[in-house]
């Protein structure tokens, strides 16, 4: 049995189109309907882009807001994400849909919707790419496509070692 790594596929292309799909029709029928979309940067960029699409499909064409956090040190603390892009008055008495790659701790998530309401945002809806076991998220989600396991995962947005986001799905690395 050797000890190496390879990549498995966890969520290909195919299956990520349709759960986007999916999303993009609940939040379409929610009320209160989103009337800006808040991607966090960078790991949601991708998901961002492909909802948005979806969503304007469905007669949602929403404008954009990218708010960029960095999670550092302790990730289990919201106070531990720094902010490098904060949310401008676009926000402001507006209902949000927050738009992240991964929920794991949930820190950077529950950082973007305390820095949201702040700036003035009525709601915050929040949608993920994939919703990770943890047992003290600090916030939920409205909307996962994908729940997984422990493992790391990259691509479809999210970096392994600052590679790897634009693999068109979501991977992960298994040793034989």
């Not at 960078?42 to 304007?56: E, H, K, M, P, W």
């Not at 708010?67 to 008055?89: F, H, I, K, M, Q």
């Not at 809806?125 to 396991?149: L, Q």
């Not at 995962?153 to 790897?164: N, P």
Request: with cysteine; glycine share 8%; proline share 5%.
């Amino acid at each position: 049995m050797s000890n190496q790594a390879h990549e498995t596929v966890l969520f290909s292309q195919s299956q990520i189109a349709v759960r986007v799909a999916d999303i993009a029709d609940e939040i379409a029928a929610r009320a209160p309907k989103p009337d800006i979309v808040v991607p966090i940067l960078q790991g949601a960029f991708v998901f961002a882009a492909d909802l948005v699409r979806a969503l304007a499909y469905r007669g949602l064409d929403l404008p954009t807001e990218f708010l960029w956090l960095r999670a550092y040190g302790n990730r289990e603390r919201a106070g531990d994400v720094r902010v490098l892009v904060a949310p401008s008055d676009i926000v402001r008495g507006r209902n949000i849909l927050l738009i992240d790659g991964v929920l794991e701790s949930g820190a950077t998530a529950a950082r973007a919707r305390e820095l949201l309401l702040e700036a003035g945002a009525i709601s915050v809806a929040f949608a993920v790419a994939v919703r990770k076991p943890h047992p003290h998220a600090a916030i939920a989600a409205d909307h996962v496509c994908f729940e997984a396991g422990p493992e790391f995962l990259y691509g479809y947005g999210m970096d392994r070692s600052g590679l790897a986001r634009g693999l068109p799905d979501i991977r992960i690395s298994v040793s034989d």
